[in-house]
């Protein structure tokens, strides 16, 4: 019994005392152990802007001399794909469109700059979403989801937000014409825009 | 009388008693302030180090805890450090996206998920950083200064939040 109290008095101001002691950043929390448990704390804060986002790869040309391609062809108007890409899309460009805000619509549109030519128009140049199957010479125009440039923005897509980057590359095509004027050995070029916004 | 002699033989314990003084500082908030860096990454996840930190660790927070014997001897033989934190960013930022490591660890690559290294998720429970074996007179301290990186996720999105870390030291 006598040795119970003593015990009893050793052990109780741990016991007593025993506490959570808590602090912030910039306190200096004291304790004592066993008994005490010191619980510091500080504040993470993640600030993520709303952001838009575009990426465009690249530049593409479609050189009826090469000695791959067929010209003219046997029946006009004759469709190609492009020669040449700079990216990873072998059948045009590289798109990808970002937007992390769920309250914003985005929308992407595309535009030109204007004809190739005197007798090479901006209409003959066609985009259809990565995929598209070409359509057959002879038929105009193209059909499926084909649709001529023009020098007005026209909508591609919209959306909510993206998760991540989200892939709207594009596939282009040219449409031979018969009354399609040589160009000269650079060629003749036209500037496609690409455009997002968020409202 | 008797009591004021309970009193007395109560507070004589208390210093008496074999105790080990313990102690813990850190010493800032932090902050991933994604405006100022580039974002959105091109590649998910990205991971980044704060952009508000400590003076003396810009990837984190200085982190102190120290023992001192307090008596003839120790009545504790280990010394636990550990973290954990209040819960999520928001609904589409989990908690899970914030790191932590012993300060010096490398950021880890763009893409690579999880951040791998030394780099441990954030969760509600406590998970052990560190226990050391308490011994010897006099005052032992421990510098642990400690890095963070968030993870930016490719479902993000846009807001500002704030969650709680808790560090907490005790003896046994």
Redo the contacts between chains.
């Keep these: 019994m006598k040795l119970t109290w003593i015990m009893l ?2 052990l ?3 016991l007593v ?1 025993a506490t959570i002691i808590r ?1 912030g ?27 838009i ?1 575009l990426y465009v790869n690249g530049n593409t040309e479609f050189d009826l001399g090469d000695p791959a391609v067929t010209f003219p062809p046997v029946v006009f108007p004759g469709y190609y794909d492009p020669t040449t890409v700079s990216g990873t899309n072998t059948d045009g460009i590289d798109v990808e469109v ?1 937007s ?3 309250a914003l619509t985005w929308y992407l549109q595309t535009n030109g700059s204007g004809d190739f030519s005197a007798t090479i128009a901006l209409d003959q140049l066609f985009y259809a979403q990565d995929g598209e199957p070409n359509p057959a010479d002879g038929t105009d125009p193209p059909g499926g989801n084909w649709l001529p440039f023009t020098t007005t923005y026209t909508q591609i897509a919209s959306g909510l ?1 993206t ?3 989200q892939d709207e590359s594009q596939d282009f095509l040219f449409q031979a014409e018969v009354d399609d004027q040589p160009t000269p050995a650079a060629g003749e070029t036209v500037v496609i825009r690409y455009r997002v916004y968020a409202e | 009388m008797k009591r004021t002699l309970l009193l007395l033989l109560f507070l004589s314990a208390s210093l008496l008693h074999s105790r080990t003084r313990i102690r813990l500082t850190l010493d800032s908030n932090v902050e991933f302030d994604l405006s100022q860096v580039i974002y959105p990454p091109f590649v998910f996840p990205t991971y980044y180090f704060p952009t508000m930190a400590s003076g003396f660790n810009p990837h984190g927070i200085m982190l102190t805890f120290a023992y001192q014997r307090i008596g003839p001897q120790h009545d504790i033989s280990d010394l636990y450090l550990a973290t954990r934190a209040s819960g999520d960013f928001s609904s589409s930022i989990a908690l899970g996206q914030l790191y932590f490591a012993p300060s010096g660890e490398p950021l880890p690559p763009a893409g690579v998920d999880p951040p791998g290294g030394n780099w441990r998720a954030y969760s509600i429970i406590y998970q052990e950083i560190e226990h050391i074996q308490v011994s010897g007179p006099g005052l032992q301290q421990f510098d642990r200064p400690q890095d963070y990186v968030f993870k930016a996720d490719a479902d993000d999105e846009s807001g500002n939040s704030s969650i709680v870390v808790y560090y907490r030291v005790y003896g046994l």
């Design positions: 008095i050793v109780a101001p741990t005392l602090g950043p910039g306190d200096r929390i004291m304790g004592f152990a066993p008994g005490d448990t010191l619980v510091d704390t500080l504040y993470v804060t993640v600030r993520v802007p709303a952001r986002g970002f992390n805000s769920q937000g998760t991540g980057w």
